[in-house]
């Protein structure tokens, strides 16, 4: 389900991207692509937040997207920014995500293309690692609780 809702909200911003405002890409199925793993990705990361944190996993996710807008290069360079912001962006994943997109828009090295999509992948299958592990143990945990709990009544 959130998957999907991230597919649908990607497909709905290329869309306005794209046909809307008009923006030229060279590869435009690979700006769709890219975009659809971009958005799985960012997906992935707040299911692990919000699952194993609830509101307070919202509120590092914004944190996050307020970090990963000041090193990213995304508003303005990063060399620009305080020494902090520069070290901290190569371990987030929009400083990727930002990277790629120019390339695709721009043209660029497609050997640095393959390594941002590579990366990315790579936060997604952690963060998806992750939930699916939380999830596991949540179940466990309940589904623990209640067999002790029937196999008690039955003894009794």
Do not use: C
Request: charged share 10%; no cysteine.
């Amino acid at each position: 389900m959130i998957g999907g809702m991230a597919i649908v909200q990607a497909g709905i911003a290329d869309f306005v991207l794209l046909a809307g405002l008009g923006v030229h890409t060279s590869h435009p199925l690979w700006f769709v692509l890219f975009s659809l793993l971009t958005s799985l990705v960012f997906a992935a990361i707040l299911l692990f937040f919000v699952a194993a944190m609830q509101n307070p996993g919202r509120f590092v996710g914004v944190v996050l997207l307020i970090l990963q807008l000041t090193s990213s290069s995304g508003t303005y360079p990063v060399v620009l920014s305080p020494t902090f912001f520069q070290k901290l962006g190569p371990w987030l994943p929009m400083h990727y995500t930002v990277d790629g997109f120019r390339y695709i828009i721009g043209g660029g090295n497609s050997a640095a293309m393959t390594t941002d999509i590579w990366r990315l992948t790579a936060y997604g299958v952690v963060f998806l690692v992750l939930s699916f592990a939380f999830f596991a143990v949540m179940y466990r945990r309940q589904y623990k609780g209640t067999t002790t709990g029937k196999a008690a009544a039955l003894e009794a």
